[in-house]
């Protein structure tokens, strides 16, 4: 049984690496992984938890302490093993070819990632807009961003995308939002009628606030109708635009037809 774990599988910088050595590699990586996710978890809800950081602060620097303890267990581990690090540079250029071909947007993802912990130009708990997807963020991670979307459903969006494309984040500022809701009427309508109308919709809505206050502006002055648009301020971490402006909207509707 000894000779099989002492059986040289293959021979990297000098070093015979056997089946016995290979699977105390395994082992002591797989020790340091959830090693790694342990410092994680209590920097995050224990050492950090008694500062003033918000969660996704604490959540970043977490993530950024998990990578520290991998790269340096790593080395510790591959040093230990009698593998000379600086020798496995002509591995580290085969991968980097194979980062080329298929890799790329692993690794995209992956350092878009670690921008965005850095800066944190969005965090968990924001509200945020990507193109067609709209919700909250839950959870940044290494490669991806899980975002909780209006109806419950958890989206998995690469982090590359919140780096190179046009992300609205409602809650960047920390107060309320303008919301512009454009409303047509007849010609034949008085337009002082209809501004009265749109301000006492505003007024009577649940979720829009009196400071600062609604609005109604002319943006154009179309021959064939009265075009108006409505501007409102919400709170948007209680309050959501869709459903919001459903509800104006049937409001306005029936302020209308009862005017």
Known sequence: MTGAWDFELFSLSGVSVTLGSLLKLVVLLAALFWLAGWVRRLTISRVLRRTDLDLGTRQ??????????????????LQNAGLDLAALGIVAGA???GVGFGLQNVVSNFVSGVIIMLERPIKVGDRVLLSDIEGEVREIGARRTTVVANDNIAILVPNQRFIVENVTNLMTTGSAVRLRLPV????????????RVLLDAAAQQPGVLAEPPPSVLRPTLAPGALAFELTVWHDPAHTLR??????????????????
């Open 60 to 77: 970043a620097v977490g993530a950024v302490v998990r990578y520290l303890v991998l790269l340096v267990g790593v080395a510790i581990i």
């Open 95 to 97: 991968v980097s070819v």
């Open 184 to 195: 047509g009427a007849a010609p034949e309508r008085d337009p002082d009628e209809v501004r």
């Open 242 to 259: 869709q459903v919001l402006t459903s509800e104006l909207n049937q409001r306005i509707d029936a302020l209308l037809r009862r005017a």
